[in-house]
């Protein structure tokens, strides 16, 4: 195995460039996809000793009710991939998760995507053992975690997957994450990669899709005027647009345009439909007018208006 390296070149001039993999992540790369930690400490848990006392009080005989917390975290990230022009990719779909938050964005990650243009090669009888809470958050998944047909480009961005699912759920994408397996440390994975310490991000631009769409949701039912939102990284902040009706027709079309552009940033627009079932389409713009190789990236929802 080698170690993957990334080009500097900015991704609209540059299609085909790797996905980088941080730290001791060894992989050799084979497909055009595109690239874009403090060590764990264990802090020793407190000694608690009791001693015996005669309470001068009897306990009620009225058992005192156990107190259970949910936490519901409302539009939650959870990383998946797309397929695009310069190979796999990470791309949000927005969740609401109830439990606790890491745990739960782990697990709707495993279960897969609603979009059908997403997907993702974690093994879905991997289940979550354990979230210790930390800078890094360690993760510890069953051994089921250890099988997956996937490449070893895919491979780097399964780590980077878990890596932005974690750090979306902590509420710090800053963070670190290290991943365990049954309990032991994850060490070589997939035969391609190896994660033997605590990994962050890869710069967004090298390994996310650069058009994504937050609202609506996949599947979602929604009123007129439809808000859509989500960030692109698109050619002069420009982002066209369409609406296609039930049969594939386009019923509506625009440019939108992000807050900046050539970086990540977000967009958002209102589109007035009638009701009926559409599909929203939202691409990169094309600046080199079809003579750039591949299908520019896009990103769609399928959503009802009533």
Same mark, same amino acid.
């Given at each position: 195995?080698?170690?993957?390296?990334?080009?500097?070149?900015?991704?609209?001039?540059?299609?085909?460039?790797?996905?980088?993999?941080?730290?001791?992540?060894?992989?050799?790369?084979?497909?055009?996809?595109?690239?874009?930690?403090?060590?764990p400490?264990?802090?020793?848990?407190?000694?608690?000793t009791?001693?015996?006392?005669?309470?001068?009080?009897?306990?009620?005989?009225?058992?005192?009710?156990?107190?259970?917390?949910?936490v519901?975290?409302?539009? %939650?990230?959870?990383?998946?991939?797309?397929d695009?022009?310069?190979?796999?990719?990470l791309?949000?779909?927005r969740?609401?998760?109830?439990?606790?938050?890491?745990?739960?964005?782990?697990?709707?990650m495993?279960?897969?995507?609603?979009?059908?243009?997403?997907?993702?090669?974690?093994?879905?009888?991997?289940?979550?053992?354990?979230?210790t809470?930390?800078?890094?958050?360690?993760?510890?998944?069953s051994?089921?975690?250890?099988?997956?047909?996937?490449?070893?480009?895919?491979?780097?961005?399964?780590?980077?997957?878990?890596?932005?699912?974690?750090?979306?759920?902590?509420?710090?994408?800053?963070?670190?994450?290290?991943?365990? %397996?049954?309990?032991?440390?994850?060490?070589?994975?997939?035969?391609? %990669?190896?994660w033997?310490?605590?990994?962050?991000?890869?710069?967004?631009?090298?390994?996310?899709?650069?058009?994504q769409?937050?609202?609506?949701?996949?599947?979602?039912?929604t009123?007129?005027? %439809?808000?859509?939102?989500?960030?692109?990284?698109?050619?002069e902040?420009?982002?066209?647009?369409?609406?296609?009706?039930?049969?594939?027709?386009?019923?509506?079309?625009?440019?939108?345009?992000?807050?900046?552009?050539?970086?990540?940033a977000?967009y958002?627009?209102?589109?007035?439909?009638?009701?009926?079932?559409?599909?929203?389409?939202?691409?990169?713009?094309?600046?080199?007018?079809?003579?750039?190789?591949?299908?520019?990236?896009?990103?769609?929802?399928?959503?009802?208006?009533?």
């Amino acid at each position: 195995m080698s170690t993957l390296t990334r080009p500097s070149s900015f991704p609209f001039l540059a299609a085909g460039a790797v996905v980088a993999v941080v730290g001791a992540l060894l992989a050799g790369c084979q497909n055009q996809t595109a690239g874009p930690g403090s060590s764990p400490s264990t802090a020793p848990a407190p000694t608690v000793t009791t001693s015996p006392s005669t309470p001068s009080i009897p306990p009620s005989p009225t058992p005192m009710p156990t107190r259970t917390s949910t936490v519901t975290a409302a539009d %939650v990230p959870v990383y998946f991939m797309i397929d695009t022009r310069t190979g796999l990719r990470l791309i949000p779909e927005r969740h609401d998760l109830t439990g606790e938050p890491v745990r739960s964005a782990v697990e709707r990650m495993i279960a897969g995507p609603d979009d059908p243009d997403y997907t993702s090669p974690w093994n879905k009888a991997t289940t979550v053992l354990g979230v210790t809470a930390g800078n890094p958050t360690v993760v510890d998944l069953s051994a089921d975690a250890r099988t997956a047909s996937i490449g070893s480009a895919g491979a780097a961005l399964m780590i980077q997957q878990l890596v932005h699912t974690v750090t979306a759920a902590t509420g710090n994408p800053s963070g670190s994450v290290l991943l365990t %397996v049954a309990g032991q440390p994850a060490g070589e994975l997939w035969g391609a %990669v190896a994660w033997t310490s605590p990994q962050v991000r890869e710069p967004a631009l090298d390994v996310q899709a650069w058009v994504q769409i937050d609202t609506p949701r996949q599947g979602a039912t929604t009123t007129s005027p %439809v808000t859509v939102s989500g960030q692109a990284a698109v050619f002069e902040a420009t982002l066209p647009w369409q609406v296609l009706g039930a049969t594939g027709a386009v019923v509506q079309s625009g440019v939108a345009h992000t807050a900046e552009g050539q970086t990540f940033a977000p967009y958002s627009f209102t589109v007035q439909l009638a009701p009926g079932t559409y599909t929203l389409v939202a691409t990169e713009d094309d600046p080199s007018g079809g003579e750039a190789p591949g299908p520019r990236m896009s990103d769609s929802k399928t959503f009802t208006v009533h």
